[in-house]
Nanobody, 115 residues
Framework: VQLVESGGGLVQAGGSLRLSCSVS????????MGWYRQTPGKQRELVAV???????NYADSVKGRFTISGDFPKNTVYLQMNSLKPEDTAVYYC??????????WGNGTLVTVSS
């Protein structure tokens, strides 16, 4: 199983980016798909998650600016990021949880927001 993220890059404050994460390989039934982020010296934190039933949850810091969506039959998850701020700068990781609580992580994609 491999998770491949794309869509990161450099953007000015106030701009937008769309991250994508595709899962390849035989993963079975996916329960949730989500995005996390990490900056140097800090713990990885939840950004947004979506369940197979369509329920979403967001970190308070991104509510109203970021939108997560998932295409579960295609094992793909997206993160639309609008009104980006310099404090959103981080490496963004995709995480997929399948049945039995097994988690898979991508290698991360860097998002840099300049002021």
């Amino acid at each position: 199983v491999q998770l491949v993220e794309s869509g990161g890059g450099l953007v000015q404050a106030g701009g937008s980016l769309r991250l994508s994460c595709s899962v390849s390989g035989s993963i079975g039934s996916i329960v949730t798909m989500g995005w996390y982020r990490q900056t140097p010296g800090k713990q990885r934190e939840l950004v947004a998650v979506i369940t197979s039933g369509g329920t979403t949850n967001y970190a308070d810091s991104v509510k109203g600016r970021f939108t997560i969506s998932g295409d579960f039959p295609k094992n793909t998850v997206y993160l639309q990021m609008n009104s980006l701020k310099p404090e959103d700068t981080a490496v963004y990781y995709c995480k997929v949880r399948r049945s039995w609580g097994i988690n898979y992580w991508g290698n991360g994609t860097l998002v840099t927001v300049s002021s």
